[in-house]
């Protein structure tokens, strides 16, 4: 699944154009088709189509794990989810297998959303907050401080790994940017987070904004078929490295499930809490 620097990228290269594409931002919608119903989570694919055309493309944004895209009137939100990508096209391309949803623009081109697994999601609204409202902090906000951090950790008595996953808690954050933040931190995925200091605290978070800043500056990670472009998967810390040796000590990295979810960590650099 995409996460913060993945999308932070996909938002970049749609605002500035691609190598032989141009900029989404100040074209306006000509036309809009639905081809999975369930893709779009509301309105309804017919009111869809008719309330989108005539949009134009203001600002691209992102909110956490959501692209935000601000229309003339309505706001376009769109969810990757486990397969999704955005692909811009000539709008004389045939349609390709696994499109769900496209818009042509006045330009020639079309945006279509790509999902083989049908797990994205778009929503049109002019009440973005009904969706976006339960998020919490941005990671990479000023807003967020070391200081905000801690008042988070102390009023929850969770396991660090599965919270700080929790989009309520933190926006934007999967399990890779997780497991990699947690090993800089030097702590173990299942640390209580009321039983944090404030000196681990301040190191959490600079961990989380360095390796999510490192991860957008290289494009986000492209580990599968489905996001294209990123290297940040050349300079993994722990990271799908099961067995192969901790870059910081040597030491074999190990592999645990912990909220169902594959998990890997250092048991020396990250000692399990007692």
Sequence with gaps: MPELPEVESIKNLLSTGGPDWPPLVG?????????????LATPTPKQFSRQVVGQAIKTI???????????????????????????????????APHHRLFLELDNGWRLALNDPRKFGRVWLTDQPNTVLGKLGPEPLDDAFTPEALYQRLQARHRQLKPLLMDQS?????????????LHLACLHPLTLSNQLTLEQTERLWASLRAILQEGIRLNGASIDWVYRGGEFQNYFRV??????????????????????????????????PT
């Design 27 to 39: 074209k306006t919608i000509a036309a809009a088709q639905v081809l999975w119903q369930r893709t």
């Design 61 to 95: 944004e992102r909110r956490g794990k959501f692209l935000t895209l601000v229309l003339s009137r309505d706001t376009l939100l769109i969810h990757l989810r486990m397969s999704g990508d955005l692909q811009m096209e000539p709008k004389m391309r045939p349609i």
């Design 169 to 181: 808690f933190l926006a934007g954050l999967g399990n890779i940017y997780t497991d990699e933040a």
């Design 239 to 272: 990271y799908q490295r099961t067995g192969e040796a901790c870059p910081t000590c040597g030491t074999p990295i190990q592999r645990t499930t912990v909220g169902q979810r594959g998990t890997h960590f250092c048991p020396t650099c990250q000692p399990a």
